[in-house]
């Protein structure tokens, strides 16, 4: 009880600290709600995380392979090298991902991929797991997050594979 | 004596790639000026050979096709362009590196292809041209190709300050569900590659451009909304306030460095 409480707490300050109004949440509510600790709450963590799976379920990482290679999915390639050398031309915006996984934890490669202003504010990473708070969205993507949650945890599950 | 030749080439070579690796000032000739690099010095040498070669690119059919269209009449004033600007190497040299202009008229800027529909409407009362169809391409390479080699130079101060600040913070501005800005890509990374592409400092001097994407010539404008909606944002309309505004901005990003009109890129 009094654990989920900070849990809360945290998540809340989480919001108020990056910006995220009310009306943000509310309209977010058709996306899966998760909670956002922070190296306070947990001192285990190095940066913020989202402990738990966003479907409950464990993702699948074969399947996070063929998203994050999908240019209209995670299109991950255009800005990382990464350990797939059957697809050519592997962008080098933000860093390889090669060894990922023993740098992050689960819960925040969860979080890096859901919003990663989270962490940094100004990153040019996309946030995969965000449907509102836009500037000016096409049409066809108006609402709608860039990846499913279960997408995202499959994502998660590949790149637990990246020791 | 011969071996001793063999070594200090090969000193040599690798100086010089070291050289060439980190880049100095002035590696690029006339297209770098300061940190300002031509979205040339991006492109790779078959690219950029295509460019400078006249006889290669494609885009030199425009520069003909506009020729012809300077003295062709239209519209019910009977005139062509060259019945009031003649000789278009003398008349139009230079204007290509100072638009888009703040006009007294209309109250805020207007750019290249605005004012040859300008002068069609009124002076020739003529139709306007159509945006992104082969007469006002054409056109407007062949206006812009007049000032090939001349040095960007806007004009961003008096009147024309209001608008260039509204365009600096459209560059500026992150949008779509991508969440991006102009600035997100080609001033935090350029020199970078996204995917197969490398990024540039996303620059106004060589428009109209052929690109070999496109396999034709094709605006500024249109360059603005392709990279709108990659990061998946509603473009905005050809010839809108909001591209006008953003045209003087990405010119300015480009001062000093030489018109490039018609550019190739991939």
Known sequence: ?163 | MACKFIVFSIGLALALGIVHETGHAGEWGKYQVEDRRSGYTYRTKETRAMQDDDFQNPGMALVDEGEALWSMVDGKAGKSCASCHQDASVTMRGVGAVYPKFDIGLGKLKNIEQQINTCRTGQMQATPWKWEKGQLLAMTVYVRHQSRGMPMNVKVDGSAAPFFEKGKAFYNERRGQLDMSCGSCHEAYPGTRIRADMLSQGQGHSFPTYRLKWQKVGSLHRRFRGCNKQVRSKPYKYGSDEYVNLELYAGWRARGLPIETPALRN
């Not at chain 1, 379920?57 to 350990?83: E, Q, S, T």
């Not at chain 1, 080098?92 to 996984?101: D, F, I, K, S, T």
Request: proline share 4%.
């Open chain 1, 1 to 163: 009880m009094t654990h989920k409480f900070v849990l809360v707490t945290a998540f809340l300050v989480a919001l108020v600290a990056h910006g995220f109004s009310i009306a943000n949440a509310v309209e977010s509510s058709k996306i899966v709600q998760y909670v956002v600790v922070d190296e306070d709450s947990l001192p285990s963590l190095n940066v913020p995380a989202i402990l738990q799976s966003l479907t409950g379920k464990k993702g699948d990482p074969a399947n996070g392979r063929k998203v994050v290679i999908n240019r209209k999915k995670g299109n991950c390639l255009a800005c990382h090298v990464m350990p797939i050398s059957e697809q050519p031309y592997h962008g080098e915006v933000g860093p390889e991902l090669n060894g990922v996984a023993s740098r992050y934890q689960e819960g925040e490669l969860r979080l890096l991929l859901v919003n990663a202003k989270f962490i940094n504010e100004d990153t040019i990473m996309p946030a995969f797991y965000r449907n509102s708070g836009f500037n000016r969205v096409h049409k066809k993507f108006k609402g709608k997050t860039i990846l499913s949650a279960q997408q995202v945890e499959d994502v998660v599950a590949y790149l637990m594979t990246l020791k």
